[in-house]
Structures are given as C-alpha cells and as structure tokens.
C-alpha cells in the first residue's frame, strides 16, 4: 500500500494532481483507519494508464467516461473498444502532424545552416 506522497512521487506527480484525479471521478482511492488515502499495486497501474492517455491528449472528460465504462463492468466492453479506438486515431492523426512538422522544421534547419555556412540568401519559398 502506498500512501498520496509515495504513489505520487513514483507516478511523477504532486498529490494535488492526483486529488484532481479523484474529484474528476477518474480514481477512487482506498482510506486507511485514519481517513487517509492509500493505494496500491491496481492504483498505480491505473494511474500510469491514465497518464498515458493525458499525455496523448485525451480530454479529461472522455478519461472520465473512459473510467466510469470500466467500472460498469464486461457489458461496456464494446463502448470501451470504440472510444479507445477513436483515441488511437487521434494519436495517429497527431504522429502525422508532428512527423510533418518536423520535416518542415528539418527543411528550415538545413536552410538556416546553408545560410550561415555559405551567407548565401534564405530561398524565396520560404516566409522566414
């Protein structure tokens, strides 16, 4: 069992962000004897889950629905399948964007170093 400042310093949060988590009904944390709140191995596991899904953008609203299916039980599993999936696409349509922004940066990058190296002009094509 961990106690608030353990689990959040493994998780690489603060206490308050995992308070947060608990009002906005995305964790539910045992209380020891007095009142306190302990968690343990599923908690952790479930935290780092739910980190993930933040980390890729995932509004706290649908981590919210997200939690509240799999506490239903196996009758959501379907519901739960789509909204990952649709998380996925996102993710996917995110990789896209960074991956074609990066070439770009990579393009500016390059121009920038040719610049420096040779003082020729900036090509025209470019707005910067």
């Known amino acids: 069992m961990y106690q608030i400042s353990e689990i959040a310093k ?6 308050h962000t995992l ?14 004897e007095n009142g306190e ?8 596991l479930w935290m780092k889950f739910v980190m993930k899904l933040k980390q ?4 706290i609203a649908q981590i919210r629905e997200y939690t509240e299916l799999v506490r239903q039980g196996e009758t959501t599993t ?5 909204l990952l999936e649709e998380h996925r696409s ?7 964007n960074l ?3 990066e070439k770009m940066l990579e393009n500016k990058i390059i121009g920038y170093k040719d ?10 094509n470019s707005p910067y």
């Open 99 to 101: 991956l074609s922004t």
């Open 37 to 44: 709140r302990v968690y343990d191995e599923t908690d952790l």
């Open 19 to 32: 308070r947060y988590y608990e009002k906005e009904e995305i964790i539910f944390p045992n209380r020891n």
């Open 10 to 15: 493994l998780l690489g949060i603060t206490p």
């Open 115 to 124: 610049y420096i190296k040779t003082q020729k002009a900036i090509p025209t």
């Open 78 to 82: 379907q519901a739960r399948l789509k």
């Open 56 to 59: 890729t953008l995932m509004p």
């Open 90 to 96: 996102s993710i996917k349509n995110q990789i896209n």
